[in-house]
């Protein structure tokens, strides 16, 4: 019950945190929206721990809730890495973009 | 015979003890030479501007892919008929420039690769010969279904044709095989040269080699990032 309580407040920081983001502009609309979906959905999951036990149970697999709600978020972060590969590997094709432009401009000018 | 305008692209990254001899060898036998010069910390720029070529200046260091797709760019938007890839580091002989291009003046071939494992000799180290290039080969034969019998040769000439098909994605040293995989997709003529290989140092390791996107590892990591993104 208290390790709950704990890790509601710890989600409860982490919305604010997000309100405050967004209220500075800070993230974007779509971001905000992703962002407050995985905490809620993570804040639901703590509440409702005693009956994701059951469903988990119910479902054949031998551990507790908790244990299945961390590897979801395992698999979730490996996701999210993998996310952020990509997204790394465009911003550099961004900056090649742009490094090659400059070099043609400044080639163009130092004729 | 036509006449065709040739370009050689010369990328260099921190060359400044082999560019001014590269480009006195590698200027006469073309129409317009272009260095692109990798965002060097040395004098590599100034050097190869003072030798009378067109340097092409990365403000940061990209990767040679990034470098040759910039050179590409600047020879297409200057009515280049053939372009030869060139290394900086004093690998390759001038000389075997004229061979390269031959296939191309003689409409026999799009795209000619130089190619250390037909009848000329070069001194290549244990390592590399007998682990690294048989190693890229397979990582060639697996990921993009390509077999030649030197696949990781930087020496090569394309015709105006495939320049125009081409567009090297990859900033790191995986724009070897890319550029493999885009000809072999476009279905371009191909033809392997015999080349000399002139080993200085050891160049490209497993782990780390010279520039950004180098290291046998980050190239197969890039190889699967282009099959991924296309």
Redesign the interface.
């Known amino acids: 019950m208290i390790q709950q309580v704990f890790a509601l407040v710890i989600i409860l920081f982490f919305i604010s945190r997000l309100f405050w983001q967004k209220r500075n502009k800070k993230i974007s609309g779509n971001e905000f929206i992703f962002w407050l979906i995985f905490w809620g959905l993570a804040a639901l999951s703590i509440v409702f721990l005693r009956q994701i036990d059951s469903l988990v149970a119910t479902l054949g697999f031998s551990g507790k809730g908790i244990d299945v709600l961390l590897y979801l978020s395992v698999i979730m972060l490996f996701y999210l890495v993998f996310r952020l590969?990509?997204k790394t590997?465009k911003i550099?094709?961004d900056?090649?973009k742009i490094?090659?432009e400059?070099?043609?401009k400044?080639?163009k000018e130092n004729k | 015979m036509t006449k065709f305008k040739v370009f050689i692209i010369v990328p260099a990254y921190n060359e400044e003890k082999n560019i001014e001899k590269i480009i006195d060898e590698v200027k006469p036998l073309a129409d317009e030479l272009v260095v692109v010069d990798d965002g060097s910390s040395d004098r590599t720029f100034e050097l190869a501007k003072k030798q009378g070529a067109i340097v092409l200046r990365h403000l940061i260091n990209r990767g040679q892919g990034a470098a040759l797709q910039t050179g590409d760019e600047y020879a297409l938007n200057n009515q280049a008929d053939i372009v030869v890839h060139f290394d900086a580091d004093g690998q390759f002989l001038a000389k075997e420039i004229k061979e390269m291009i031959l296939p191309i003046q003689n409409n026999e071939a799009d795209a000619v690769f130089g190619s250390r494992f037909l009848c000329k000799k070069s001194e290549i180290p244990w390592f590399k010969e007998k682990i690294i290039i048989p190693l890229a080969g397979l990582v060639n034969k697996i990921l993009i279904n390509v077999s030649l019998t030197d696949p990781q040769n930087g020496f090569r000439a394309l015709s105006r044709k495939a320049l125009e098909k081409i567009t090297i994605e990859n900033d790191g040293m995986a724009h070897c095989s890319e550029i493999l995989y885009k000809v072999f997709k476009n279905k371009l003529t191909i033809k392997e040269i015999p080349v000399t290989v002139v080993y200085h140092d050891f160049g490209q390791g497993l782990l780390k080699g010279k520039g950004r996107g180098t290291g046998g590892f980050r190239i197969i990591k890039d190889l699967l990032l282009v099959k991924l993104m296309n």
């Open positions: 590969g990509l590997e550099e094709k900056i090649t490094v090659r400059i070099s043609f400044n080639e």
